[in-house]
């Protein structure tokens, strides 16, 4: 591209070739110009005529060209949005879904106590555990994961977000927590069978985060089996899960003595949350 490009014609151009790697190119373009420009997307449409500078070329043609190899626009950004936050984001972790929200929005509508204690078990990026300790306040929450580089990951995104009612914790799932007790616990754990075609398309994020034996159900197996020693009588279990795993995951939680267990669909009207109540 020349010199003499507007906003307009670089969208124009650039979602013809993102078109290959991306079934929502003219979303990617925009937020690219966005990223580079330091604007709002209503800036976009407000000046469509709007020049690009040779140097602002140059950085949005290294972005198009990265992102055309395949790289999430997510890690390309160094942030991603959930639920109104914006969240820094590394390989290191999974980038938060959309399809996650269902997740937080499911856990806001439970009947907790009003100084619910809450549990985010693999938290990433501590998108699930940040979403519902900013919009609960009054709530304490307990983010763990495995992975350091994931602990101190979500430990930067609490400070930067100023979130004093949630605590990040190195743990193998439950292991480091000891005697504590938990109104809800939520998790979005990996779950894709370690053969599934589609990891193809995520090569660039952690393997780990994304795949579990017993196709795709080991950690949603164990966290179920699990969970029971750390809730209280009438506490809470959500999970995120593969659109094909309701069925087996209701299985689990209600051999696990869980009531009242239900899953929900997601945006895309996938099978994708599953949850119920010990003991209620």
């Given at each position: ?13 650039s979602?013809?070739?993102?078109a290959?790697?991306s079934?929502?190119?003219?979303i ?25 500078s ?25 942030h991603?949005?959930f639920f109104d ?51 609960k ?49 939520v ?94």
């Amino acid at each position: 591209m020349s010199a003499a490009v507007s906003l307009a014609q670089w969208l124009k151009l650039s979602q013809q070739q993102l078109a290959a790697v991306s079934p929502t190119a003219d979303i990617e373009a925009r937020l690219c110009l966005c990223h580079v420009l330091s604007v709002s997307n209503s800036y976009l449409y407000s000046y469509p005529e709007r020049l690009l500078s040779h140097a602002e070329l140059a950085a949005l043609g290294e972005l198009l060209q990265q992102r055309l190899q395949g790289r999430p626009l997510a890690y390309l950004f160094g942030h991603w949005h959930f639920f109104d936050l914006q969240l820094e984001v590394a390989p290191s972790t999974l980038i938060p879904r959309p399809d996650t929200e269902l997740l937080v929005e499911q856990a806001l509508a439970l009947p907790l106590p009003a100084q619910a204690r809450v549990l985010d078990l693999g938290t990433g990026t501590g998108a699930i555990a940040l979403a519902l300790a900013h919009n609960k306040p009054q709530w304490q929450l307990t983010a763990v994961d495995y992975i350091t580089e994931a602990v101190q990951l979500a430990e930067r995104n609490r400070q930067r977000l100023h979130i004093p009612n949630c605590t990040v914790l190195q743990s193998n799932w439950f292991s480091a927590l000891g005697a504590q007790r938990y109104d809800l616990i939520v998790s979005n754990p990996p779950y894709i069978d370690p053969a599934d075609t589609h990891l193809a398309s995520l090569r660039y994020e952690p393997i780990t985060a994304l795949t579990s034996e017993q196709q795709g159900l080991a950690d949603i197996t164990h966290i179920v089996q699990q969970a029971p020693q750390y809730l209280h009588d009438t506490g809470w279990l959500y999970l995120e899960h593969g659109y094909d795993q309701a069925d087996a995951v209701r299985q689990l939680l209600q051999q696990a003595g869980f009531t009242q267990v239900e899953s929900k669909r997601d945006y895309g009207n996938n099978w994708r949350i599953s949850g119920g109540c010990l003991g209620g």
